[in-house]
């Protein structure tokens, strides 16, 4: 067993000791996979922002039924039971003519105009059956219900923010879009970064095959040839993995004050300075796992090519 760990401290300092040795080679590998993981971490900070911000539109969004002043409380709150039913609907509230003029007097609380307006005369406000749907693409199946012949002779009209609607599309839209660029620039980059630590390493052996080449000869292992340049490689991800997390945690420091004061359109950018800092330490080891494994994979390749090589 102290064999063992004798042997694999040897590998971890050799490695070390390549990386120092080989560190102008390393700048354009690691350069390449910093990029890489700062794609990746930035791609999934925009989607975790965006698809906050459709969550809290949506939850914004209710499709409010005035019913007539002709059907009475019990009516009305059987409508409400029967839309709760409903597959798309995620909640129900029924106010009363009584509760409406309450809710209307809330939302105007600071315009005493309105408040004024509405004291001045009978409540004219109709009882209404406030309605939030789980899937905006399904609202319709709320209006079709709301359109049966039983059902429609109840209320006078129905409000639905469409504009809402047309927002979270875009907000979906251009999530999609994120995510489908992130995961093609993150295939490309990680492809480029697997060749230049390749080319990285090949280097490397090729100006080592000499002491390679005794190594063998006086019977070292596949393991223990191989391991100081994996070592090496992994090295190259964790300071990447590093790099990019201190990148992208520089940019909300410098840019926060900046990027509040101007419009970012679908961009919460305070939801995604707390995302970043909420889940820093699971981001971070995402970083480092695929940092590791792209370096790890790409040495691996390499030192089998070279060894394969040598045993023919």
Partial sequence: MSRRLVTFSRIIKAGLVNFVRNAWLAVAAMAVMIITLTIVLFSIITNATF?????????????????????????????AND????????????????????????????????????????????????????????????RDYLSK???KPLWDDVSYRDDRKAAIDKIAHATNLMRRAGIV????????????????????????RDELTIMRLLGASTSYIRGPFVVESVVYGIISALISVLIIHSLFVA???ALQASSLGLLDINYAAQYFKGHFLALLTMQLVLGIL???????????RYLKFKTK
């Fill in 294 to 304: 792209i370096g790890a994979v790409s040495s691996t390749v390499a030192t089998r």
């Fill in 51 to 79: 698809t906050n911000t459709i969550v809290q539109i949506t939850d914004k969004i209710d499709v409010s039924v005035f019913l007539k002043d002709s059907t009475d409380q019990t009516q009305g709150t059987k409508l």
């Fill in 255 to 257: 840019s926060s004050s």
């Fill in 83 to 142: 839309l709760r039913t409903l597959p798309n609907v995620k909640s129900v509230t029924y106010l009363t003519k009584a509760d409406a003029l309450v809710h209307y007097k809330q939302q105007n609380a600071g315009n005493p105009a309105l408040i004024s307006a509405i004291n001045e005369t009978d409540n004219p406000l109709p009882a209404t059956i406030q309605i939030k749907p789980k899937e905006l693409n399904k609202i319709q199946d709320i």
């Fill in 149 to 151: 012949n039983n059902v």
């Fill in 185 to 208: 620039a993150v295939l490309v980059f990680a492809a480029i970064s697997v060749i230049i630590i390749f080319n990285t390493i090949q280097m490397a052996i090729f100006n080592r």
